[in-house]
């Protein structure tokens, strides 16, 4: 289970970093991760759903989300917020939305959006050891508190933590076989000289370990 929860830990980093040079789609991905939206939900997406809210303890923002006459409000985190506000508008089909995670899946592993959103419980349920379940929370501040603890998007990590991001590198160079630093910063859309210097660092991915390599 260990070396299955890394490879979608790897496989949501892929998303979201692939996804970074389009907004748009970028957009699409972190509201899944973020909010567990469901691909109707993102299609009746508008930017007025978006919200400021002031808790006992936290000023966050919110979403409304609706799907099928039902409405559920969850939290959301900064940068997704940010994003958001800077599109003039969303408009999503939920053909779209899969297209959109399809093209930034892993080329091995394709992705949908329910596929994704799964994928997004499973990493959340591992992480608070199965303890808490936190699709029957209620209240919206402890919801966001729980989202803070265990969605690494929340925190910042799968976005700015540098030994995650190299960590990333020397997986998808063996993921993909792709040894060439110039190629990968190309196509992931980091820079080449700190590509190059992590392949150079004589480090070595998990998955070059015999316990991910595959019979």
Known sequence: MHAELLRIEYDIQHLLILSKRNLRDHLVIRMIVATLSTSEELSNLRKKDFRKFKGKEYEFYTVR?????????????????????????????????????????????????????????????????????????????????????????????????????????????EITGIKDASKIATEIGYDFKKVEEILKSGKKSLFSYRIFKKD
């Not at 899969?98 to 799964?118: F, H, N, Q, W």
């Not at 729980?146 to 590198?169: A, Q, T, V």
């Open 65 to 173: 989300l609706k799907s099928a006459g039902k409405t559920r409000i969850s939290p959301v985190d900064n940068k997704t917020y940010e994003i958001a506000i800077k599109l003039n508008d969303f408009n999503f089909t939920e053909n779209e939305i899969d297209s959109i995670i399809g093209k930034y899946s892993p080329k091995d592993k394709r992705y949908d959006a329910e596929k994704l959103r799964k994928a997004v419980i499973k990493i959340l349920k591992d992480a608070s050891l199965f303890e808490i379940d936190f699709e029957e929370i209620r209240d919206i501040e402890t919801l966001y508190m729980y989202m803070i603890d265990f969605n690494p998007l929340y925190s910042g990590i799968w976005d700015e933590d540098e030994e995650c991001i190299e960590d990333f590198i020397l997986n998808y160079s």
